[in-house]
């Protein structure tokens, strides 16, 4: 006799989802992956140097931005002003250059400085227009690459040069070492014969050359009456 079949039950395991496709936005997976490679070691040297080497503090993540107001401020100005008031600074003052603008560092307060001594210098209200920004405590500042390391992202522009795009250049890189500030330029060496740049001609020179620039920018646009007439045909003159 042929015995029946066992009735016990044997566990089936379900069957497997399928895998699918790890989502970008799932935990494991972030949307933007972190920095590998070239860039990042090369911002790891970048931001090495200038904690380091400089003592200057550096915001985190990329790009490498150095925090302004703590050890230098900075007067943001026209490449082209800046250029004339470089024999202001002394040999170790370091100049930041990004497209048309110029940035020279100086000693850390400067900036909130600045509106009174425009206003010592009387510039008066003209001194809104000149085009010169001051970033103190709480800004921050693209960092240029340290003397000798290439350039990560936009390819920088000749500093003697303008134009609107570019990475930003040291002109006159900072030297090694923690006494850079010693040779930005500050309101205590007004008067003084030591060897510490004057900020009080430096601010004077900058706003001489925007305002020189201003009018000669003024003075190459056409007049209005140049492109048309002065007076109706039936108008007396004015003098008549």
Known sequence: MVGSPSTVPVPVPSPRAPRSPRSPHSPLSPRRPPESGDAARHRRLWR???????????????????????????????????RGALRHLGPGSPVAVRGDRM??????????????????LEWGPSALDLDVVALGAGALMDAPPPPGAGPLGPRPLNPGRSGSQGAAVWLRPPGAGREVEASLPTLSAVGGGGGTPDLVRLVDTVATHVHRIRLRRACAQPFPFREGLTQAPDQPLAFS
């Open 103 to 120: 940035r020279l560092l100086v000693a850390a307060g400067s900036a909130e400085e600045l509106p009174g001594l425009l206003e010592w």
């Open 48 to 82: 090495h140097w200038y904690e380091n080497e400089l003592g200057w503090a550096t915001a985190p993540g990329a790009p490498v931005r150095l925090v302004v107001g703590r050890r230098f401020d900075v007067l943001d100005v026209p490449a082209e002003a800046g």
